[in-house]
């Protein structure tokens, strides 16, 4: 069964500087991976999917994601933290059975992403 | 394009009592998921329609059923409601099945149970 993990419930950084946000993932065959953002009161929002091809993928808010086989990580980055980036994150992977899709999206637990001024 | 809308977005219902809610997809996705977000259980998969039929479901008991309509809107009903179905209750459309779409969501709806 497909699953994603997200260590660290919290990240704090300061404005300007670069952030992280983990994930590490567990599938069976090739991983569909995705980054969301939630804000308080707020539906989830995508920001980037990593489906196959170059394993730097760039989204939504100058946001990226580095794709790492061996490792079987998918963090989220960003060069440049804002005050405004302080949100809630999820890392989510494709559910399928063989190839098909069974419509499920397996999300992490969320990391809560401090940006201080 | 508007997005995917939901309603209402919060409601607050009595113990036993049963809720419908209802979710309007991005124009031209056939593709509705639903997920329950708990603090405690973080977001839970509830179930999926394309075409009007329901193609997969989470391990939710059987109060949680839904329907897909021809215009793919959709909706989810929650009977004998608990305590514990407090939740927000999120909707995501996407354009079909290929494994590589990404899945659009709503603003949720908020469901309080007293």
């Known amino acids: 069964a497909q699953s994603v993990a997200q260590p660290e419930d919290q990240v704090n950084v300061a404005e300007g500087n670069p952030l992280t946000v983990k994930c590490t993932y567990s599938?069976?065959?090739?991983?569909?991976l995705f980054w969301y953002v939630q804000y308080p009161n707020r539906g989830l929002q995508f920001l980037l999917k990593y489906i196959t091809g170059d394993n730097l993928v760039k989204g939504s808010y100058g946001f990226e994601a580095e794709f790492n086989k061996s490792q079987t990580s998918f963090h989220l980055k960003k060069p440049s933290a804002l005050v405004s980036d302080s949100a809630l994150y999820f890392c989510a992977v494709r559910d399928f059975i063989g190839s098909s899709n069974t419509g499920k999206l397996i999300f992490g637990q969320g990391t809560t992403l401090q940006v201080k001024p | 394009k508007a997005g995917v809308t939901q309603t209402p977005r919060y409601l607050i219902k009595t113990r036993g009592q049963q809720v419908t809610l209802s979710c309007s997809p991005i124009s031209g996705h056939r593709s509705v998921s639903w997920y329950q977000q708990t603090p405690g259980q973080g977001l839970q998969f509830l179930f999926e329609?394309?075409?009007?039929?329901?193609?997969n479901k989470g391990n939710f008991p059987g109060r949680f059923s839904g329907r897909q309509f021809s215009n793919s809107r959709s909706e989810m009903n929650v009977s004998t409601l608990e305590l514990g179905d407090s939740a927000l209750y999120l909707c995501?459309?996407?354009?079909?099945?290929?494994?590589?779409?990404?899945?659009?969501f709503g603003p949720g709806t908020r469901l309080t149970v007293t």
């Open positions: 599938v069976s065959g090739n991983p569909y």
């Open positions: 995501a459309s996407s354009p079909g099945l290929d494994l590589s779409y990404e899945q659009y």
């Open positions: 329609y394309f075409s009007e039929t329901q193609r």
